[in-house]
């Protein structure tokens, strides 16, 4: 879903989850601008410290407003040793279920999890995943009518969530406890199928439409990261993280309605976070999904390719100059990614002070990590880019200190979902899913941050950050 916000004018028209992702410094303030559902570069940053946030963001076009809850803890207050451990299984169907008592919880969270996401769209059909995703939010079940975007703000005051990566997509809600029974058979109803007309079908294809001229263009803070990171991380098949405006014009509405016939429980992880009974709500899952008929798989992803790198030509018309740089991320788990945690940190904590504001969405996009900044009056887009690199590699390039394991361990171990946050029911019930799907585990992190030398950190910032060349785009008058 889309979503715009005027930081000039704020007014609460909605709340919905912010993105769970690293970012510090207030980028810029806008008179408009809009966040999108694709994992990645999805909202202006907003952010001003090491904080832990609630989830990935929904928007609804250029017209509403939005505020992000603004539940945050500093992670260096929680105990990465006291994780709560979700309870595991799998029902006939298929649909894996994973449900975590948080003590103190004062909502509950329900999140689904499909494995199916952007690098799944035909050849031609860039988006097809995006769009579908819309219309699973906003489509009829057998509870429930057709519904637009104000309809699922007004049902989701404590936020909701939906959102299409590359290889997943996430639909969530967030709800009083009292309410998570009659919440689970809404969840259910939208498992065992949706319909949409023609009409919902056209007016969620304008909202992609618009959301896609934000993510490219309109929007300079979210434009410079999804181009850094198109050019970094291609799409597949010449397509577009998002989609493109010409595949989503030219969808039929009978190829999206047999598309949406993959958002079924073979294909997802529903998993639900609280301080709810475990028991309970496990039989209670079983009774309310387990009679939904599992559903056809979706094709193969196509496999991610590296793409060229450099400097875009910065677009004309913006309001500012900014320049993105793009860094690619190992693949989680050993040493390497040890290694990166640490430089993360280190440029989300120092980043702002030389005007740079560090992007990095462990769960929703773990491949990549962007920092963008503005170009000043006397630099292009290169001499911009150059400076950046400057930085990082002076903020990376001191010895590993002693206490930044253990500091970096605390900043990621929140984010994974490995310390007890009450507060964030949604991190809790998507990082029980996301870290299973990466492989990651508080213990093995624990033991690659412990097992980190300074030696294996200089050479793994030098691969990663230093010498590699990286992508750069630029958009600014």
């Given at each position: 879903?889309?979503?715009?916000i005027?930081l000039?004018?704020?007014r609460?028209?909605r709340?919905?989850?912010a993105?769970?992702r690293?970012?510090?410094?207030?980028l810029?303030?806008?008179?408009s601008?809009s966040?999108?559902?694709v994992?990645?570069?999805?909202e202006p940053?907003?952010?001003?410290g090491?904080?832990?946030?609630?989830g990935?963001?929904?928007?609804?076009?250029?017209t509403?407003t939005t505020?992000?809850i603004t539940t945050?803890?500093?992670?260096?207050?929680?105990d990465?040793?006291?994780?709560?451990?979700?309870?595991?299984?799998?029902?006939?169907?298929?649909?894996?279920?994973?449900?975590?008592?948080?003590?103190g919880?004062?909502?509950?969270?329900?999140?689904?999890?499909f494995?199916i996401?952007g690098?799944?769209?035909?050849?031609?059909?860039s988006g097809?995943?995006h769009f579908?995703?819309?219309l699973?939010a906003?489509g009829?079940?057998?509870?429930?009518s057709?519904r637009?975007?104000?309809d699922?703000v007004?049902?989701?005051?404590l936020?909701?969530?939906a959102q299409?990566?590359?290889?997943?997509?996430i639909y969530?809600?967030?709800?009083?406890?009292?309410?998570?029974p009659?919440?689970l058979?809404?969840v259910?109803?939208?498992l065992a199928?949706?319909?949409?007309s023609?009409?919902?079908?056209?007016r969620?294809?304008?909202?992609?439409l618009v959301?896609?001229?934000?993510?490219?263009?309109?929007?300079p803070t979210?434009?410079?990261g999804?181009?850094?990171?198109?050019?970094?991380l291609?799409s597949?098949?010449?397509?577009?993280?998002?989609?493109t405006?010409?595949?989503i014009s030219a969808?039929?509405?009978a190829e999206?309605?047999?598309w949406l016939a993959?958002?079924?429980?073979?294909n997802?992880?529903?998993?639900?976070?609280g301080d709810?009974?475990?028991?309970?709500?496990?039989?209670?899952?079983?009774?309310?999904?387990g009679?939904i008929?599992?559903?056809p798989?979706?094709?193969?992803?196509a496999r991610q390719?590296?793409?060229d790198?450099?400097?875009?030509a910065a677009?004309?018309?913006?309001?500012?100059?900014?320049v993105?740089?793009?860094f690619?991320?190992?693949?989680?788990?050993?040493e390497?990614h040890?290694?990166f945690?640490?430089?993360?940190?280190?440029?989300?904590?120092?980043?702002?002070?030389?005007?740079?504001?560090?992007?990095?969405?462990?769960l929703d996009?773990?491949?990549i990590a962007t920092?963008?900044?503005s170009?000043?009056a006397d630099?292009?887009?290169?001499?911009?880019t150059?400076r950046?690199r400057?930085?990082v590699?002076e903020?990376?390039v001191?010895?590993l200190?002693?206490?930044?394991g253990d500091?970096?361990?605390?900043?990621?171990g929140?984010?994974?979902?490995f310390a007890?946050?009450?507060?964030?029911?949604?991190?809790?019930?998507?990082a029980?899913?996301?870290?299973?799907?990466?492989g990651?585990?508080?213990?093995?992190?624990?033991a690659?941050l412990?097992?980190l030398?300074?030696?294996a950190?200089?050479?793994h910032?030098d691969d990663?950050?230093?010498?590699?060349a990286t992508?750069?785009?630029?958009?600014?008058?």
């Amino acid at each position: 879903m889309s979503c715009a916000i005027r930081l000039s004018r704020i007014r609460l028209s909605r709340i919905r989850l912010a993105s769970t992702r690293l970012a510090i410094a207030l980028l810029v303030t806008l008179s408009s601008c809009s966040s999108d559902d694709v994992a990645g570069f999805t909202e202006p940053v907003t952010s001003t410290g090491p904080t832990t946030t609630t989830g990935p963001t929904t928007n609804t076009g250029p017209t509403t407003t939005t505020v992000p809850i603004t539940t945050t803890v500093p992670v260096t207050t929680l105990d990465t040793t006291e994780a709560a451990s979700a309870e595991a299984g799998e029902l006939a169907n298929g649909l894996d279920v994973r449900v975590t008592r948080v003590v103190g919880a004062a909502s509950t969270a329900i999140v689904v999890v499909f494995d199916i996401g952007g690098h799944h769209d035909p050849a031609g059909r860039s988006g097809m995943a995006h769009f579908a995703e819309h219309l699973l939010a906003t489509g009829a079940t057998s509870l429930e009518s057709e519904r637009s975007i104000e309809d699922v703000v007004s049902t989701y005051p404590l936020g909701w969530n939906a959102q299409t990566g590359t290889l997943t997509t996430i639909y969530a809600t967030v709800v009083d406890p009292a309410d998570l029974p009659d919440e689970l058979e809404r969840v259910a109803a939208r498992l065992a199928g949706v319909s949409v007309s023609d009409d919902v079908i056209e007016r969620e294809r304008g909202r992609v439409l618009v959301e896609l001229g934000n993510m490219y263009g309109n929007i300079p803070t979210l434009a410079v990261g999804n181009n850094a990171r198109e050019q970094l991380l291609p799409s597949p098949h010449a397509g577009r993280r998002g989609g493109t405006d010409g595949a989503i014009s030219a969808m039929r509405p009978a190829e999206l309605r047999e598309w949406l016939a993959f958002y079924n429980p073979s294909n997802a992880t529903l998993a639900i976070a609280g301080d709810v009974d475990v028991a309970a709500t496990m039989a209670d899952i079983d009774a309310l999904f387990g009679s939904i008929k599992a559903g056809p798989s979706p094709p193969p992803a196509a496999r991610q390719v590296d793409g060229d790198v450099g400097v875009v030509a910065a677009a004309p018309g913006s309001p500012e100059a900014l320049v993105g740089v793009s860094f690619r991320a190992p693949a989680p788990g050993g040493e390497a990614h040890a290694a990166f945690l640490v430089a993360i940190r280190r440029l989300f904590l120092e980043g702002a002070a030389h005007g740079l504001t560090i992007d990095h969405a462990p769960l929703d996009d773990p491949d990549i990590a962007t920092i963008v900044a503005s170009v000043a009056a006397d630099e292009t887009t290169m001499t911009a880019t150059t400076r950046v690199r400057d930085v990082v590699a002076e903020v990376l390039v001191r010895p590993l200190e002693a206490d930044e394991g253990d500091d970096t361990l605390q900043l990621f171990g929140a984010l994974f979902g490995f310390a007890a946050n009450p507060a964030n029911p949604y991190g809790t019930a998507l990082a029980s899913v996301r870290t299973s799907q990466l492989g990651l585990t508080a213990d093995q992190l624990r033991a690659d941050l412990s097992a980190l030398t300074d030696t294996a950190y200089r050479q793994h910032v030098d691969d990663l950050f230093i010498a590699p060349a990286t992508s750069g785009a630029g958009v600014g008058s």
